[in-house]
């Protein structure tokens, strides 16, 4: 797998669900169907496939326990994470906490991030970039990647 690729558009039903567009279901690994869903950086969710996840909780296992800033970063990203299933439709439940915390109503936006799949509000994830200039994100693509060899 070369990693997620694409932004779909999806719909909350009054239980919290959702049905994985089709063509992201093609993009998991080999059918993976159990997931771990947490909060993001921003406002919105991150859906990991379990490989994914176990290897992120691997680097976070050999974190200095005893340093307060581990402390606090382990405390907040790993608060709420859970565990989820596609059902037999395709759907994903999405727990109320999380829900709330990226503040999901109905429409949602799924917008993959290579081994991770962001999960936004369609209209915050519009306003994102209504609010970020094509000068902007030339300047965030010189600084991110201008020390890195020359893509040709």
């Known amino acids: 797998m070369i990693g997620f690729l694409g932004e779909y558009e999806s719909t909350l039903d009054s239980k919290g669900?959702?049905?994985?567009?089709?063509?992201?279901k093609k993009q998991l690994p080999d059918g993976e169907t159990h997931l771990v869903i947490s909060r993001g950086f921003e406002k919105c969710l991150n859906l990991y496939p379990k490989k994914t996840w176990e290897t992120i909780i691997g680097r976070i296992n050999e974190l200095d326990r005893?340093?307060?800033?581990?402390?606090?970063?382990?405390?907040?990203?790993?608060?709420?994470?859970?565990?989820?299933?596609?059902?037999?439709a395709?759907?994903?439940?999405?727990?109320?906490?999380?829900?709330?915390?990226?503040?999901?109503?109905?429409?949602?936006?799924?917008?993959?991030?290579?081994?991770?799949?962001?999960?936004?509000?369609?209209?915050?994830?519009?306003?994102?970039?209504?609010?970020?200039s094509a000068d902007k994100f030339s300047e965030l693509a010189k600084k991110v990647m201008g020390t890195t060899t020359v893509i040709k």
């Open 90 to 132: 395709g759907r994903m439940l999405l727990p109320p906490s999380l829900k709330e915390h990226a503040g999901l109503n109905k429409d949602i936006l799924l917008s993959c991030d290579i081994d991770k799949i962001d999960i936004w509000d369609v209209n915050v994830y519009k306003e994102f970039f209504e609010n970020f």
């Open 17 to 24: 669900r959702f049905l994985l567009p089709g063509g992201l």
């Open 66 to 88: 005893f340093d307060p800033e581990v402390r606090q970063f382990k405390r907040y990203f790993l608060a709420g994470a859970t565990e989820v299933e596609l059902d037999s």
